[in-house]
């Protein structure tokens, strides 16, 4: 471990920084038939922000994701979260980070088969220790904000695609999660449905979380404060947007 | 067009007085497309010389009132039940600029293309805050609203795929080696054809596959 190395080779952390990615690259395989996925991002989220990531197919978004997950390692770089740096932390300390602080939505959704959905819901709490009193209502609560309480007992195969989809976003939201990452979490839905959600996440990260958001869909990005594009594993572009003028006349402005 | 069936339909609820049309428009679409008084007379005084609304009563504040006639009435029905058609050919100006700009040498296109995403989606953005900050709609005058932002977002959208879609297929035609920027020429064009010639052709291809 390299504690103090790692920390003094980084800027500070801001107070309310939630992610940093520094300098993050990835290559898949070695030598000749090496893929570079990553070339080189820094990136921060922090507490009330939400960041879209837009880019073509295979641009890395969603290898960007799971590297801010701490679901894979980066070739170089280093990723903070609350200014913890992954590579300091052993495996068994990343594991509770992704389960007490992280909310993961998965492209492919990633659901247990064997578990109802109310059940796939509460697993990180469950595996956190959490009062089965308190699980069952933290699920519940989750399942109800994508609309799918009346759901909660059915087993994935029973589920539609969009219904599990929408499993997979309680699942990301369970709790008392921070940071959200959610790979085209909306790919799924109907236009209608898919608003609800995006909806959701932004009142979640009104209320103080932060969240990383991929999609294809610049209605659904729009969403969001900062837009960054990718493109062969580099951002080429972001869009700020700092203080809305009023597009629209009449009485409806903010 | 709009305007004029937009106020023939309120007409077909009741007489109105110019003014009255007015503030009748602007709660039914969300004040989003502002009328001025004097288009609302222009429009009438057509209406009234096609014999699809008459004038009517004056009332102590000297209000004119018009009313529809049954030719008019006949124009709402038809309206309501028929497709409102977006001439294929209608100008637009972003596809033109995109269009000029590739023919041209020197242009950078994925900057010309990129400086549009950046406008588009932040007029996005602003329609969807706009949007979030109203909450749900609580009258008819709110969904009225609402509807309208909702197609100026999906407009907006459109232009962002538009974009992307362009972006994607301008770099294979730059991998293709047929992006070479146009000459000034005296010929006259071979390969144009009208996009209405060229929907019509699609179509007799289609029927007869
Ligand atoms: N496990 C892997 N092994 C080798 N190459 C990989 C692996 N995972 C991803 N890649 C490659 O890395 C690049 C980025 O992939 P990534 O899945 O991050 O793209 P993406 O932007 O999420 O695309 P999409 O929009 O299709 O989901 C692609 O070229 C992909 O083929
Ligand atoms: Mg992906």
Same mark, same amino acid.
């Given at each position: 471990?390299?504690?103090?190395?790692?920390?003094?080779?980084?800027?500070?952390?801001?107070? #309310?920084?939630?992610?940093?990615?520094?300098?993050?690259?990835?290559?898949?395989?070695?030598?000749?038939?090496?893929?570079?996925?990553?070339?080189?991002?820094?990136?921060?989220?922090? %507490?009330?922000?939400?960041?879209?990531?837009?880019?073509?197919?295979?641009?890395?978004?969603?290898?960007?994701?799971?590297?801010?997950?701490?679901?894979?390692?980066? !070739? /170089?770089?280093?990723?903070?979260?609350?200014?913890?740096?992954?590579?300091?932390?052993?495996?068994?300390?990343?594991?509770?980070? %992704?389960?007490?602080?992280?909310?993961?939505?998965?492209? #492919?959704?990633?659901?247990?088969? !064997?578990?109802?959905?109310?059940?796939?819901?509460?697993?990180?709490?469950?595996?956190?220790?959490?009062?089965?009193?308190? !699980?069952?209502?933290?699920?519940? #609560?989750?399942?109800?904000?994508?609309?799918?309480?009346?759901?909660?007992?059915?087993?994935?195969?029973?589920?539609?695609?969009?219904?599990?989809?929408?499993?997979?976003?309680?699942?990301?939201?369970?709790? !008392?999660?921070?940071?959200?990452?959610? #790979?085209?979490?909306?790919?799924?839905?109907? /236009?209608?449905?898919?608003?609800?959600?995006?909806?959701?996440?932004?009142?979640?990260?009104?209320?103080?979380?932060?969240?990383?958001?991929?999609?294809?869909?610049?209605?659904?990005?729009?969403?969001?404060? %900062?837009?960054?594009?990718?493109?062969?594993?580099?951002?080429?572009?972001?869009?700020?947007?700092?203080?809305?003028?009023?597009?629209?006349?009449?009485?409806?402005?903010? | 067009?709009? &305007?004029?069936?937009?106020?023939?339909?309120?007409? +077909?609820?009741?007489?109105?007085?110019?003014?009255?049309?007015?503030? @009748?428009? +602007?709660?039914?679409?969300?004040? =989003?497309?502002?009328?001025?008084?004097?288009?609302?007379?222009?429009?009438?005084?057509?209406?009234?010389?096609?014999?699809? &609304?008459?004038?009517?009563?004056?009332?102590?504040?000297? $209000?004119?009132?018009?009313?529809?006639? +049954?030719?008019?009435?006949?124009?709402?029905?038809?309206?309501?039940?028929?497709?409102?058609?977006?001439?294929?050919?209608?100008?637009?100006?972003?596809? =033109?600029?995109?269009?000029?700009? &590739?023919?041209?040498?020197?242009?950078?296109?994925?900057?010309?293309?990129?400086?549009?995403?950046?406008?588009?989606?932040?007029?996005?953005? +602003?329609?969807?805050?706009?949007?979030?900050?109203?909450?749900?709609?609580?009258?008819?005058?709110?969904?009225?609203?609402?509807?309208?932002?909702?197609?100026?977002?999906?407009?907006?959208?459109? @232009?962002?795929?538009?974009?992307? $879609?362009? @972006?994607?297929?301008?770099?294979?035609?730059?991998?293709?080696?047929?992006?070479?920027?146009?000459?000034?020429?005296?010929?006259?064009?071979?390969?144009?054809?009208?996009?209405?010639?060229?929907?019509?052709?699609?179509?007799?291809?289609?029927?007869?596959?």
């Amino acid at each position: 471990m390299s504690t103090q190395l790692a920390a003094g080779s980084t800027r500070p952390t801001k107070p #309310d920084e939630l992610l940093r990615l520094d300098g993050v690259a990835m290559h898949y395989g070695r030598g000749e038939t090496s893929v570079t996925a990553l070339a080189g991002i820094d990136l921060t989220v922090s %507490r009330g922000e939400l960041v879209a990531i837009m880019g073509a197919s295979g641009s890395g978004k969603s290898t960007l994701l799971t590297i801010a997950g701490g679901l894979t390692q980066p !070739t /170089s770089g280093e990723v903070v979260i609350e200014g913890q740096w992954l590579s300091d932390l052993p495996s068994a300390q990343i594991a509770i980070l %992704r389960r007490r602080t992280l909310g993961f939505v998965f492209q #492919d959704f990633n659901l247990i088969p !064997t578990l109802t959905a109310q059940e796939n819901v509460t697993l990180p709490l469950e595996l956190d220790g959490w009062p089965r009193r308190k !699980t069952r209502t933290a699920g519940l #609560d989750a399942l109800a904000a994508v609309g799918l309480k009346d759901h909660a007992q059915r087993f994935p195969e029973d589920l539609s695609g969009g219904q599990q989809q929408r499993v997979a976003i309680a699942r990301a939201i369970v709790g !008392t999660r921070r940071l959200i990452l959610a #790979d085209e979490p909306t790919g799924a839905l109907d /236009s209608a449905t898919g608003e609800g959600v995006l909806r959701m996440l932004r009142d979640r990260v009104d209320a103080g979380a932060g969240g990383i958001l991929v999609t294809h869909d610049a209605r659904h990005a729009a969403w969001a404060d %900062r837009i960054v594009f990718l493109r062969d594993g580099r951002i080429v572009d972001e869009n700020v947007r700092d203080h809305p003028e009023s597009l629209l006349a009449g009485r409806r402005t903010i | 067009m709009s &305007v004029r069936q937009s106020l023939l339909a309120i007409l +077909d609820q009741g007489p109105c007085y110019g003014y009255q049309l007015r503030t @009748e428009f +602007d709660r039914r679409t969300g004040s =989003i497309w502002p009328l001025n008084v004097g288009q609302i007379y222009n429009t009438l005084d057509r209406l009234e010389r096609d014999g699809l &609304v008459a004038k009517g009563d004056t009332d102590e504040q000297g $209000h004119v009132y018009y009313q529809i006639t +049954d030719a008019g009435h006949d124009e709402v029905t038809s309206w309501l039940s028929s497709p409102v058609v977006r001439s294929a050919a209608a100008r637009d100006e972003l596809a =033109i600029k995109l269009a000029i700009a &590739v023919t041209l040498p020197g242009v950078d296109i994925s900057a010309v293309i990129q400086v549009q995403r950046r406008g588009s989606l932040r007029t996005l953005q +602003d329609l969807t805050k706009t949007k979030n900050a109203s909450g749900e709609p609580e009258s008819a005058g709110d969904l009225a609203w609402q509807l309208v932002v909702d197609s100026l977002i999906f407009a907006a959208e459109a @232009e962002v795929r538009w974009l992307d $879609h362009s @972006e994607a297929r301008l770099a294979r035609a730059s991998a293709a080696g047929l992006m070479a920027p146009m000459q000034l020429t005296l010929e006259p064009p071979k390969r144009g054809r009208p996009v209405r010639a060229a929907v019509d052709n699609d179509a007799q291809v289609a029927g007869s596959l």
